[in-house]
């Protein structure tokens, strides 16, 4: 349930020169290729590349390097305190915690407001397999945008959501007010009002605004 850590994956340095970071890529590209018929992984592969499009720019690395350091201090991840994986209840809640994820970055860093895939599993604490329906929604609505190299950011229609649900969404209250960094222990797990849900049918409450629906 752990994010990968790049270097392990590469098995380098975290202080590995840039030209060890290319050569060790080059050697396992060669090796995880999917054509290749003997040692081919595609998803080897696919994890591969992503690492190396991080840790082959200075200033993603830079940021990777500040979300490893800040992980290794102990802040706990947000599943610590939030049910992300109870069927609706859990993607309801993943979809407010990656907006408010997105909300504190596009408000410390207005020029820089994307945020890695590799922080965005880091902060909320499991892999990415799991939020491949999340960000699909969240991208169709409008709400956030994803580049090629797989970075997220909010989009105004993103932040006017978050601004104007979160005083009648507890959770997205309780990740807004506490820091997405850590939740209070006492915020509820799987609460229907944190996500704007009814009892009944747990449908998320979300203006049409411009997104696809």
Known sequence: MKATNYYEFLQISPNAEPETVHRVYRFLAARLHPDNPHTGDADKFFL?????????????????????????????????????????????????????????????????????????????????????????????????????????????????????QRGSMPVLNKLLTTGTGGVAADAPPAASAASGVSSSRKTIVVPTGNGAS
């Open 48 to 164: 591969l590349t992503q690492a190396y499009e991080v840790l082959s720019d200075p200033k993603r690395r830079a940021d990777y390097d500040a979300a490893c350091k800040k992980e290794a201090t102990g802040e706990d991840p947000l599943s610590d305190s939030i049910d992300f994986m109870d069927s609706m209840d859990g993607e309801l809640n993943r979809r407010l915690a990656l907006l408010a994820l997105l909300y504190f970055q596009r408000r410390r860093c207005p020029a820089a407001p994307e945020v890695s895939l590799f922080e965005v599993e880091s902060k909320m604490g499991f892999p990415r397999d799991y939020l491949e329906f999340t960000t699909w929604y969240l991208s169709k609505k409008g709400y956030i945008t994803r580049a090629d190299n797989s970075d997220f950011t909010l989009t105004a229609d993103g932040v006017d959501f978050v601004e104007t």
